[in-house]
């Protein structure tokens, strides 16, 4: 005897699908340094250039009473100063949708440019993280390639030279020896001696924002599992409430509070792998930056986040998403890392 089943009774019979108006995003688009670094006001040129300056050390070696002045006595205090800068960089995204495509009923509903749309700025949020957080060094645009704003990778590397620091007057403002770990070597007493280091070079005793790939973060989590067997300190948690929390979130240090943030875009660049930096498209887990909780480190735009439609030269609607943006490191000095 024959009997009509579900495995029988196919879309070829009148079987209907059930496809749910559900759409999620899978993939990382936290953007915790775009989101948290404050914004300076708008570049005029496409390189963004700014004064830096030097303290001589002090002096207490007295003076003679009673002796005249003379111009060899004077010091010319403007002969410190450098001038650091980064160019400015255009992020795109672009997309188009064709007229039929745009016309026909799709999951999960609206439209499908509008829907493109919103997933490109997406994107380009991403590039502009990636891009910041990235161990690019700056470069000026030709006729074949666009100019690349330099990234933290470079703020914070102590020997950087390149480009950005191409002078032995700029790489007097660099970030300085001993604030910038290795992943391998992070122990507590050598992330201590980092921040030591910033505070030794800035002096700045305040709140800083320490952007951490997940390497990093399980790093300094393992300092609350330390044990008197190394040498180091253990910790007593009240877990009456039936809750274990082994994570680190904020570190008191010495010198400064850090707020530790997790970041999957830091140390990429643009091309091929090179160093301890991942091709753009690959998670660095490794890198981290400590950056002050102020205005040290600020993005500016010379365009902000825009939408350009194209003209529909028959195929579709086109558009792109941009931005034009810099990064300012006001203090280089101030800036520690994790490679």
């Known amino acids: 005897m024959a009997i009509a089943t579900s495995y029988n009774v196919t879309n070829v019979k009148g ?25 300076s006001a708008a570049p005029k040129a496409t390189l963004n250039e700014w004064l830096v300056d030097s303290l001589a050390s002090p002096e207490i070696g007295g003076v003679i009473d009673g002796v005249d002045l003379t111009i060899s006595d004077a010091q010319n205090l403007i002969d410190t100063r450098a001038r650091l800068g980064n160019r400015v960089q255009t992020v795109r995204d672009i997309f188009s949708v064709s007229r039929q495509a745009e016309m026909i009923d799709v999951a999960p ?8 749309k919103a997933k490109s700025l997406i994107q380009l949020k991403n590039s502009i993280e990636t891009a910041i957080g990235s161990g690019n060094d700056q470069s000026a645009g030709t006729s074949s390639a666009g100019s ?65 790939g997940p390497a990093v973060m399980n790093k300094i989590t393992d300092y609350t599992r330390s044990t008197t067997a190394n040498g180091n300190f253990s910790f007593d948690q009240d877990v009456s409430g039936k809750t274990l929390v082994r994570s680190i979130l904020t570190y008191v240090s010495d010198y400064s509070t850090i707020n530790i943030i997790p970041d999957l875009f830091l140390g990429r660049v643009d091309g091929s ?46 558009a792109f998403s941009e931005a034009m943006l810099t990064l300012r490191v006001s203090n280089p000095r101030a800036l520690g890392s994790i490679v």
């Open 15 to 39: 079987s209907r699908e059930n496809l749910e108006n559900v759409l999620k995003t899978v993939s990382p688009h936290e953007t915790p340094l775009f989101a948290t670094l404050s914004q």
């Open 109 to 116: 509903g609206g439209s499908l440019f509008a829907a493109s």
């Open 148 to 212: 690349k704003l330099c990234g933290l990778g470079i703020w914070s590397d102590p020997t950087a030279t390149g480009n950005t620091f191409d002078t032995s007057l700029k790489q007097g403002f660099r970030a300085v020896s001993g604030s910038r770990v290795s992943l391998a070597s992070l122990t507590e007493s050598a992330f201590r001696g980092l921040l030591q280091e910033v505070f030794t070079a800035a002096g700045s005793k305040g709140t800083y924002n320490l952007f951490a």
């Open 273 to 318: 792998a090179s160093g301890t930096d991942t091709v753009e498209g690959t998670v660095n887990t490794d890198r981290a930056y400590l950056i002050p909780d102020d205005d040290t480190v600020s993005i500016k735009f010379l365009e902000g986040i825009t939408v350009q439609d194209l003209p529909d030269n028959g195929a579709g609607k086109r």
